[in-house]
């Protein structure tokens, strides 16, 4: 009988998002008589009820990685010990989770490690205080200087596997997440008939997301409008200040968004970088046209560079504010172009994804 592969999973902030629900649908859909996996995260696992039964999860009492990198050397060390006889594969997600995931390497030679990049290079060329700037500075050096010593980094996007490939382009691959698990078939131009724009976003509210953006050009807007929000954030205080007209809805998280994309005639994303954004393939999946910021990230490979949607310049709520008013007053255009984006979305479902996954770990 062939022996069962270790994976130990390493996702710092294993939360409700883009990235914790990526390592979350693989885990599911790895096959367990193949595979024995670890994860390891900082603080509770908000996937940990529906993982127990399927992994061995250690959530460290930790807010730093600095902090925690004694404790994880400490169980890494076990779980090696463990299984000296079987391969076993190291997979971090992140930059600094990255970073610090080759000092398992160097400590364990035996241990194949996998990076797991899900956002763009570019956010470390982005800042927004000065502390920013010197931790992603030191970042972007390490990441440019010790990404070739990977035994494999995988890329969410092509752009980003562009990226990484200036500086390590010899084990660098794109695997999309596992953005489509379902196709949704709703009834076409039904919300002609709603009398306001309903407007929906989905995401974190924190600052590289550019809602504000979203809310400077909505205020210039004439026609009528709903815009629902749904994500939680650092900024969400700072975001209900800017609101001047009260058509905006901050919903905070929640669990289920089938209703609000089936209710959405429009899908906004603003964000200053993206990774792979799964709102924009779920808004896609629902059939909701969809405007995006032409960022460093996925955007334009998932918007296929206009063809399947609408991009405007980044942080450019003016051309934003202009691009909302040319979808008011020609729905069907921007219909046609998602009902076109609906059949592109096949290259990123989650079987595709399972299946590359488990021939990248049988194989490295």
């Known amino acids: ?32 008589k193949k595979f024995i996996i670890y994860v390891i995260c900082f603080g509770k696992c908000e ?34 010990h463990k299984h000296l006889n079987k391969k076993i594969i190291f997979m971090s997600n992140h930059h600094y989770a990255n970073i610090f995931s080759l000092i398992i390497k160097l400590k364990f030679k035996k241990i194949k490690i996998i990076g797991v990049e899900r956002t763009a ?14 931790k992603k500075k030191i970042l972007l050096f390490l990441v440019k200087n010790f990404y ?34 379902k196709n949704y078939n709703l009834q076409v131009y039904k919300k002609y008939k709603n009398k306001n724009l309903n407007i929906l976003m989905v995401g974190r509210l924190d600052k590289e997301k550019g809602i504000d953006t979203a809310i400077k050009a909505l205020e210039l807007l004439n026609f009528k409008y709903d815009i629902k929000i749904v994500g939680r954030g650092t900024e969400n205080k700072k975001l209900q200040n800017l609101v001047k ?25 603003t964000s ?48 934003l504010y ?11 255009l921007f219909n046609e172009k998602a009902l076109l984006a609906k059949k592109s979305i096949n290259r990123y479902t989650f079987a595709k994804n399972i299946t590359q996954y488990t021939q990248l770990f049988e194989k490295i």
């Open 1 to 32: 009988m062939k022996k069962k592969i270790v994976l130990i999973i390493f996702l710092p902030k294993f939360v409700i998002s883009g990235a914790g629900n990526s390592v979350f649908q693989m885990i599911n859909g790895l096959d367990k």
């Open 47 to 80: 996937y940990a009820q529906n993982l127990r039964q399927k992994v061995k999860l250690f959530e460290l009492n930790y807010r730093r990685l600095i902090f925690a990198s004694f404790k994880i050397f400490k169980i890494v060390k076990n779980i090696y």
């Open 121 to 134: 290079i570019h956010e470390l060329k982005m800042f927004y205080s000065f502390n920013d700037f010197v």
């Open 148 to 181: 070739k010593y990977f035994d494999k980094i995988v890329s969410n996007s092509k752009y980003v596997q562009k990226e990484i490939n200036q500086f390590s382009k010899k084990n660098s691959i794109t695997i999309y997440p596992p953005s489509v698990k």
């Open 245 to 269: 007209k009260n058509k905006v809805q901050f919903l905070g998280h929640k669990n289920n968004l089938k209703k609000y994309y089936a209710e959405a005639d429009l899908f906004l994303n």
């Open 272 to 319: 200053h970088f993206e990774g792979f954004s799964n709102a924009i393939i779920e808004a896609l999946n629902y059939k909701v046209p969809v405007i995006a910021a032409n960022c460093p990230g996925g955007n334009n490979e998932i918007l296929g560079s206009g063809k399947f949607g609408q991009l405007f310049r980044t942080n450019d709520y003016l051309n």
């Open 322 to 332: 202009n691009k909302i008013e040319k979808f008011n007053k020609n729905r069907k």
